[in-house]
């Protein structure tokens, strides 16, 4: 963690408590001190690509649209790791354990939040991920071997990403239903709080280095999957009734979920 070494004093005294939600590749933490915000680092080495100055950029657009993420306080890099300063959002994780008595809130919260981000204006959004893009860069990352085959969803487990990249060019959808997503759109990823008058809604949104405009079976997909593994299949059902699409496309949801083993 010597990166922290180059922040401002903004974290001195701090206490640096690991953080092990995500699969993203980076390192956060949870930086708390008596009297002081609770602060998040991220952190990641410059060989990884994460593009953490991207997330910031993500973020800062975010927040003017009145989205709920997290503040950014700095961002930064040495000559071989690069950091984010987060504000905390309030709230829990829509995947820790304590919601499991609540799961119709929890399922309502959340298809009601992604509702309201698929509802972002777009015409000022620099952020493309738009399928020619996406696509190509799928196509960049398995002829960089970038992707890790030993990481794939269990019903692709075993299989070449270069025979999942011809399924994925042979499947491609000629049409996009176009929104802001929030590329990521699983159950660590979403913070869920009461309003004052105790209603579950999203309070947060965390991880957002791959949101940008792209068709909205791209954060349905992964939420269903999340759900489904999370919460058991049976919730997916009232997920989509409170998101406003009981039916979404089939063939497009099986496409995104093909697409996201790539990243």
Known sequence: MDVTTTL??????YAFEPINL????????????????T??????ALVAGLRLDEEAERLRWMKTHDLPVPTVREYGHTDNAEYLLLDQVSGVPASDPSWRRFLPEVVTALGQGLARLHHTPIADCPFNHRIVWQVNEACRRVAAGLVREEDFDDERLGRRATELLTELLATTPAEEDLVFTHGDFCLP???????????????GLVDCGS???ADRHRDLALAIRSITHDLGRGWVRPFLRAYG???????????????????
């Open 189 to 203: 990823n979403v913070v869920l709080d009461r309003t004052a008058d105790g209603k579950l809604h999203v309070a």
């Open 211 to 213: 949101a940008g405009v």
């Open 245 to 263: 699409l009981p039916h979404p496309q089939p063939d497009r949801l099986r496409f995104y979920a093909l697409l996201d083993e790539f990243f």
């Open 22 to 37: 995500g699969e993203s590749g980076a390192s956060v933490w949870r930086c708390s001190m008596d009297a002081a915000p």
């Open 39 to 44: 602060l998040y680092l991220k952190t990641a």
């Open 8 to 13: 401002t004093a903004a974290l001195t005294d």
